[in-house]
């Protein structure tokens, strides 16, 4: 079972930018889809972008034009591109396998990693 360790989180003032990580162990390339979600205090967790090994990409209304998800499978690992954030950005960030391109998340959710966009 493949596990993931994100990081990258931190403060930022509105406006700026940052690059999460999504660092996987165990079968990274036999995964077809995954997916980062974020989860705002007080509100249900949502999948912002979604990416296949073959570089298909889906995202949430909320950010498209602002951020882009990638994966690198030679490094097992995944990346949120994040810019022109926003207050309403603000939230813990996972990630995590899909059931499909436009699936639900599936398996265990790890610690997350916090971005906090405030001035």
């Known amino acids: 079972q493949v596990q993931f360790v994100e990081s990258g989180g931190g403060l930022v003032q509105p406006g700026g930018s940052l690059r999460l990580s999504c660092a996987a162990s165990?079968?990274?390339?036999?995964?077809?889809?995954m997916g980062w979600s974020r989860q705002a205090p007080g509100k249900q967790r949502e999948l912002v972008a979604r990416?296949?090994?073959?570089?298909?990409?889906k995202y949430a209304d909320a950010v498209k034009g602002r951020f882009a998800i990638s994966r690198d499978n030679a490094k097992n690992t995944m990346y949120l591109q994040m810019h022109s954030l926003k207050p309403e950005d603000t939230a813990v960030y996972y990630c995590?396998?899909?059931?499909?391109?436009?699936?639900?998340?599936?398996?265990?959710w790890g610690q997350g990693t916090q971005v906090t966009v405030s001035s």
């Open positions: 165990g079968n990274f390339l036999s995964i077809y889809a």
């Open positions: 990416i296949t090994n073959t570089g298909l990409t």
């Open positions: 995590n396998v899909l059931v499909s391109l436009s699936g639900p998340p599936v398996g265990p």
